[in-house]
């Protein structure tokens, strides 16, 4: 028997741009997983997916505790019977000087934005080569490759993802499963970008944002033309991803002439005012 309905699993659905992926990903047919700790919010998109006819579940999960991402998939499993397609979106950074954060919280901003897509990936992938069948997307980001301030630990572990994605899809390929990642620049919309341009009265520049919708457009091209990585940002975006890692000071430079240097000087300051409740 064809099994036509397939079931995907979206991290970081609560808010931001997960949710466009998710609404992508429910308007296209399939079943969804969502996930996140505001179990409350994930609990409304999937309400509003059922009302719109479609099958989602909200499972709360703490994606830096190993134990609630096992917790996760035996759930997803169990509701579904398998998953088809794993999307990696969860992820953030704290926007805060790496000297001045804890080794603590540097660790689980790696393990937010690269440990936890490997471990689900890794609970996931048996089941997948098993049937033959499966797809992994990863949500990356340009900050390593433009060195954008403050990011020391996020642009680590983004740059990891990358690197991850293509050994994985290089050694499943054959075995039926593929994985593409989509490596995002700035985001308008929704999104941390734009909640933090939003706190601090910022604006910003249709020039160098792409929409949030596009990352959930991004997702259903990976998955329909199995692409190896989709860059979403205005302009050529592969090709500037290319340009900025034969110039490594390319990016950088670019950085400060955008202002993007003293914009984010003034975010990691309001953060620390913020951190310290004043
Ligand atoms: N926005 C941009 O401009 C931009 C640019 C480049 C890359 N990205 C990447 O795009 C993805 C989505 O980012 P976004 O801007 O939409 O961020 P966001 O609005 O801050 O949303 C982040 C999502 O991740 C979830 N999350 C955070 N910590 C978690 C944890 N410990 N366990 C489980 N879930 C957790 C959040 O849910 P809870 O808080 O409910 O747990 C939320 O649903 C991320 O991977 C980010 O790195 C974004």
Redesign the pocket.
Known sequence: MTRSIQTALV????????QFIARSLSDEGYNLVL????GA??EALAQEMRAAGAAAIAIR????DTTSIAQLVNVANSEFGQIDVLVN?????PQREFEEMSWTENEDIFR??VL?PMHLTHLLLPGMLERRKGHIVN?????GRIGFPFTEA?AAA?DGLIGFTRVLRNDSRGRGVTASVIV????RD??????TSDELGLNLSRAYTAPASS?GKAVLTAIRKDRAEIVVMPGPGRLMKAVMDLLPGFGPSMNRMAGADATMRRVIEFRKRSTLGA
């Open positions: 991290t970081g659905a609560s808010r931001g741009i997960g996930t996140g700790r505001s919010e994930v999960a703490d994606l830096t979106n969860a992820g953030g950074d937010l934005n936890a949500i990356s980001s340009l900050a996020y983004k995002l620049g700035a985001i929704a999104g941390q970008g734009q909640r990352v």
